[in-house]
């Protein structure tokens, strides 16, 4: 058992370009999340993922950032036109069914924008 | 709504003390509760949960926490710290473990030599 993947480890982008981050969750595991993690703010919730589905994007600013699941082995998540108030390390996790279950997540990837 | 509270934003300890971080939280109802632990580059860890019975859970590595419902409060304490300890250790809550936790803001723990 892998863990939970998240490539790539680091991105450096251009303030005004598009970064696209990647989750391979546990296999088995039927939800995924994405949180944003900064010294400032701390953890952060975005989105949930359940079997799939989009379940809670509370936490997503609204007009550049999106998250996909489109199959069962990977999530993505999608910033546009990035600034740098969007550096920060971003963790996806995954867990499986049932109540009191253990949340695993990846070591993240860590988004410098210059 | 659900909150969750670390006092303490660093600790120091010598190393071979005992520890005790705290974490304090609001839910009307007593929420899944857990511990995780953050290395340096690392993703988080679990450390340890609580849902029900015995009041006082084991977890990895000789850390233990004590839920109080009284005090709303689910405290993590190790008996002896080692330097390999030094992390920051995140208290959260959850309703659902399949749904989103709700984060504390973090205890980052200082082993002196």
């Known amino acids: 058992n892998a863990g939970v993947i998240q490539t790539p480890r680091h991105k450096v982008t251009g303030k005004g370009q598009e970064a696209t981050l990647w989750c391979e969750p546990i296999?088995?595991?039927?939800?995924v999340f994405w949180y944003r993690q900064t010294i400032v703010q701390g953890l952060e919730f975005l989105t949930y993922f359940r079997n799939q589905a989009p379940i809670d994007d509370s936490g997503m600013p609204k007009e550049r950032f999106s998250a996909q699941m489109p199959n069962q082995s990977h999530s993505t998540l999608k910033i546009q036109s990035t600034q740098p108030q969007d550096s920060a390390v971003y963790l996806c996790?995954?867990?499986?069914?049932?109540?009191?279950?253990?949340?695993?997540f990846g070591k993240g990837t860590r988004l410098t924008v210059v | 709504a659900q909150s969750v509270t670390q006092p303490d934003a660093r600790v120091t300890v010598s190393e071979g003390a005992s520890l005790q971080l705290r974490c304090k939280y609001s839910s009307s109802v007593t929420p899944y509760l857990f511990w995780y632990v953050q290395y340096p580059r690392q993703g988080l860890q679990l450390l340890l949960k609580?849902?029900?019975?015995d009041p006082v859970v084991q977890g990895v590595n000789g850390f233990e926490a004590e839920f109080s419902k009284s005090n709303s409060s689910f405290h993590l304490r190790k008996a002896s710290v080692h330097w390999s300890d030094s992390a920051v250790y995140f208290c959260?809550?959850?309703?659902?473990?399949?749904?989103?936790?709700?984060w504390g803001s973090g205890t980052k723990l200082i082993i002196k030599p």
């Open positions: 609580y849902y029900s019975g």
């Open positions: 959260a809550v959850s309703m659902d473990s399949n749904y989103q936790l709700i």
């Open positions: 296999s088995g595991h039927s939800a």
């Open positions: 996790a995954s867990s499986s069914t049932g109540g009191g279950t253990e949340v695993f």
